[in-house]
C-alpha cells in the first residue's frame, strides 16, 4: 500500500495528514474551514486517493493558515507515499467542466515544484472563503509534494463552480500521475533514473 501520515505542528496550526493513493477515494476530511472541506472532499472522491485530515488553526485571525498548511501537509504525504516514484505514470492532465465554469489541470510528478496559475475569481469570497486561498493552497501542495502544476480557466462566471472546478480537475490529473504503468510497473518514468 502507497499511504502515508504526517503531522505538522506550529505556533499557528496543528496538521494531521493521512493518505493511501490505493484507495476509492474514501475521505473524512476536518479543517474547520467548511468550504475548504467540501474542496478536499472533491479532491480525494475524484483522485481516488483516500484522505484523512484533521487541522486545527487560528481561525480567530483568518483561514489562511489552515488552509495554506494544509497544502504542505498534503504535498508531503504525497511525496512519502509515492516514494521513489517507480512504475507510476507521472503525467496527468483534465479538462472539468462544471456548469458555467471549465478549468484544465496539467501536471507533472516531476519533484520539480512549479505553479502556473491563471485563473480569476469574480467574487473575492464564497461564503466566508476568501477566494485568494485557493492558490494558496495549491502553491503549497505544489512546491511540498514536487509537482509542476498547471490550472487554468477557461471559462467561469460563478466562483464556487470555478473554485470547485480546479480542485476535481487536479484531483482527475492526479489520478491519472499516480496510477501505476501497466507497461512499466518496475521503472522510474524519466530517462534521468530518478525523480
Not at 486545527?56 to 504535498?75: Q, R
Not at 509534494?145 to 466562483?159: C, R
Request: proline fraction near 3%; glycine fraction near 8%.
Amino acid at each position: 500500500m502507497r499511504s502515508a501520515t504526517i503531522t505538522r505542528k506550529t505556533a499557528e496550526t496543528e496538521i494531521s495528514v493521512t493518505v493511501n493513493l490505493d484507495g476509492t477515494g474514501s475521505y473524512d476530511n476536518q479543517t474547520g474551514v467548511g468550504f475548504f472541506d467540501h474542496m478536499l472532499d472533491q479532491l480525494s472522491r475524484h483522485s481516488l486517493i483516500d484522505m484523512t485530515i484533521r487541522a486545527k488553526g487560528d481561525l480567530h485571525i483568518d483561514d489562511h493558515h489552515t488552509v495554506e498548511d494544509t497544502g504542505i501537509a498534503l504535498g508531503q504525504a504525497l511525496t512519502e507515499a509515492l516514494g521513489d516514484k517507480r512504475g507510476i505514470r507521472r503525467y496527468g492532465e483534465c479538462h472539468l467542466p462544471m456548469d458555467d465554469a471549465q478549468v484544465r489541470c496539467a501536471l507533472d510528478l516531476s519533484g520539480r515544484p512549479y505553479l502556473v496559475w491563471n485563473m480569476a475569481f469574480p467574487s473575492a469570497q464564497i461564503g466566508r472563503f476568501d477566494t485568494e486561498l485557493v492558490r494558496e493552497f495549491f502553491q503549497a501542495f505544489a512546491t511540498h509534494g514536487g509537482i509542476t502544476l498547471h490550472i487554468d480557466q477557461l471559462h467561469g462566471l460563478n466562483s464556487h463552480h470555478i473554485a470547485e472546478a480546479a480542485f476535481k480537475a487536479v484531483a482527475r490529473a492526479l489520478r491519472q500521475a499516480v496510477e501505476t504503468d501497466p507497461r512499466k510497473a518496475d521503472a522510474i518514468p524519466s530517462t534521468k533514473g530518478a525523480l
